[in-house]
């Protein structure tokens, strides 16, 4: 499915220990944040507008995950889950966002220490997203709804080998979620300063002439010991999985990745590395 009229952003820092694991929770010390769990910023990976400069890149795939030119990249799978939303305005201002589905996403990124923002990790060019073509429609936001048994989670295989990457979490685990996050990621696009790591989301809004519909990756789970200590390599093959956590066990869907088939009622995203 293409996606190429609708914002992209994703939330960073939305689930306890990743950004330690990732080597980035530098990034963010100089950004204040009212409560210790709460998200640390909102950052662009797709803006529909010439304006936006390399943002302006279409990078979303649901079966391939282009290398960077640079070899020497770091590259690793960031499972999230992505929310689909329409986006409210009133005087330019968003004023609310309404999910209406959600599915597995790889938030794919870049180690790079040295980048000034998060978006420079996050778009090097067409197929270095992904958004699985199976999404689950969602109803409602709030505590209770369908997203409420659905669990996270992440493979990589190489040379017919699986690994699990990422620790099969629950939806529910994420630090904000339901109203509490969609209010908190409005007020982000409002009011988030061009600063430090972070853009200015008001601005890319208006250059894009402010789009209806976003699409919203709402963090990455923590790593494994083998997904922390392993980088993608041309030939891998990364999996995310969403699944319903009450009708599926862990064995289940590890079974179901070693095969790389998965039922219509998952969303799974499986993306060939290439050059």
Avoid at 8 to 14: K, P, S
Avoid at 58 to 77: A, E, H, M, T, V
Avoid at 148 to 163: L, N, S
Wanted: charged share 20%; with cysteine.
């Amino acid at each position: 499915m293409n996606y190429k009229n609708v914002i992209g952003f994703g939330v960073a820092g939305n689930f306890a220990g990743h950004l330690e694991q990732a080597g980035e929770a530098n990034d963010f010390l100089a950004v204040k944040t009212q409560e210790a769990v709460q998200p640390k910023a909102i950052f662009p990976f797709y803006v529909p507008s010439e304006k936006a400069g390399f943002l302006s890149v279409y990078p979303l795939s649901s079966n391939k995950l282009r290398f960077p030119d640079n070899s020497g990249d770091n590259l690793q799978i960031e499972p999230e889950i992505a929310i689909l939303c329409h986006v409210i305005y009133q005087n330019n201002q968003v004023v609310k966002l309404i999910p209406y589905s959600f599915g597995a996403y790889n938030d794919c990124s870049i180690r790079r220490p040295n980048a000034n923002k998060i978006c420079e990790k996050k778009n090097w060019g067409a197929e270095t997203k992904g958004l699985s073509d199976t999404l689950i429609p969602l109803t409602s936001f709030e505590l209770g709804g369908e997203i409420d048994k659905y669990r996270i989670a992440c493979f990589h295989r190489r040379e017919e080998k699986t690994e699990i990457y990422g620790l099969d979490s629950p939806a529910l685990g994420y630090s904000y979620f339901h109203t509490k996050l969609l209010d908190w990621i409005v007020d982000r696009m409002n009011n988030q300063p061009d600063q430090g790591p972070m853009n200015n989301i008001a601005e890319l809004l208006a250059i894009a002439d402010y789009p209806t519909e976003a699409i919203i990756s709402i963090g990455a789970t923590r790593y494994t010991e083998f997904g922390e200590s392993h980088y993608l390599q041309k030939g891998d093959t990364s999996i995310v999985v969403v699944y319903n956590g009450e009708k599926y066990t862990k064995q289940q869907i590890l079974e179901m990745a070693q095969a790389q088939s998965f039922p219509d009622d998952i969303s799974a995203l499986i993306q060939q590395v290439i050059k």
